[in-house]
């Protein structure tokens, strides 16, 4: 290392070579610890998402530091290295000014990636501007958090955004979850009979885990509204059991002859207009039998 002269080509050719096979090998020791601490995690604490965006920004500040370096060993690079960091920090200023926004997702990823009020994979339910959307976190980048709807559909929502609105997480502790099926009957109907009806069609569906019961809500204007009420495994069965058990439960009213009551009008016309020209078809057909 004294034989070389930093300020010869020979020397600053070398010292590349060196800085590029150290910057190899730290790159290389980051990544390795990085995954011996991932495959460590059984228990999945940390996030695999966040943790391999972590290793990409560490290994690029590496490179960084290892280019500085360079740079200030080498006295030809020396004076251009000072004149770029100072062009670099009037340019971040004016670039942070013009890009708040990009800024404020970038802030709010990285509480995302920290705070972890979900991890990929999760259902949650979000307000978006096509309404209420729920959906499984398939990416959480430092701008955008993804969801893929039941219908496959991807709802790409900013992270400014999703942090400063309030959001249902329904697998955070336990995937299990509550199908509520409503159904309304007439007052004339038998509201055992019903309740009865309904339990044995949840008990019936192979799905379900657990029949938690089916209690009179509401004494409406024109139904006794009731609310089956039932265990499944995660939200996408619980929504196709509350799809079977709804059109069930009308296919089987109707064959035990119990009204599902629906709202319906009577008009009453106490005049009609009259129509224009009916007197002189009704003079022409006077005349005629005249």
Request: charged share 20%.
């Amino acid at each position: 290392m004294a034989k070389i002269q930093p300020d010869t080509w020979s020397g600053a050719l070398i010292l590349a070579v060196l800085f590029w096979v150290g910057g190899l090998i730290l790159s290389w020791i980051l990544r390795r610890a990085i995954r011996l601490v991932m495959e460590r995690d059984r228990d999945q604490r940390i996030d695999r998402m966040a943790a391999s965006f972590l290793s990409k920004v560490a290994s690029v500040f590496v490179w960084v530091v290892i280019l500085m370096f360079y740079a200030h060993m080498i006295p030809a690079l020396d004076r251009l290295s000072t004149a770029l960091l100072a062009s670099v920090s009037v340019a971040s200023i004016v670039i942070g000014l013009a890009a708040q926004s990009t800024l404020a997702n970038f802030v709010a990823g990285l509480s995302l990636i920290f705070y972890r009020p979900f991890r990929l994979g999760d259902r949650i339910q979000i307000n978006a501007p096509t309404g209420l959307e729920t959906g499984i976190v398939e990416d959480v980048s430092l701008g955008y958090t993804v969801l893929q709807t039941f219908d496959n559909r991807r709802v790409i929502i900013s992270n400014s955004v999703i942090s400063n609105t309030v959001m249902v997480n329904l697998t955070a502790v336990h995937p299990r979850v509550m199908a509520i099926v409503p159904f309304s009957i007439s007052y004339d109907a038998d509201i055992d009979r019903a309740r009865a009806i309904a339990l044995e069609l949840a008990e019936a569906h192979a799905d379900i885990e657990e029949v938690v019961g089916c209690p009179v809500l509401l004494l409406n204007t024109s139904s006794v509204d009731l609310s089956l009420r039932v265990w499944c495994a995660d939200p996408a069965i619980a929504a196709t059991v509350k799809y079977d058990l709804t059109e069930a439960i009308k296919k089987r009213f109707d064959a035990e002859g119990i009204e599902i009551p629906f709202a319906y009008q009577n008009v009453i016309v106490k005049s009609l207009p009259a129509l224009a020209g009916s007197d002189k078809a009704q003079k022409k057909d006077k005349d005629g039998q005249q």
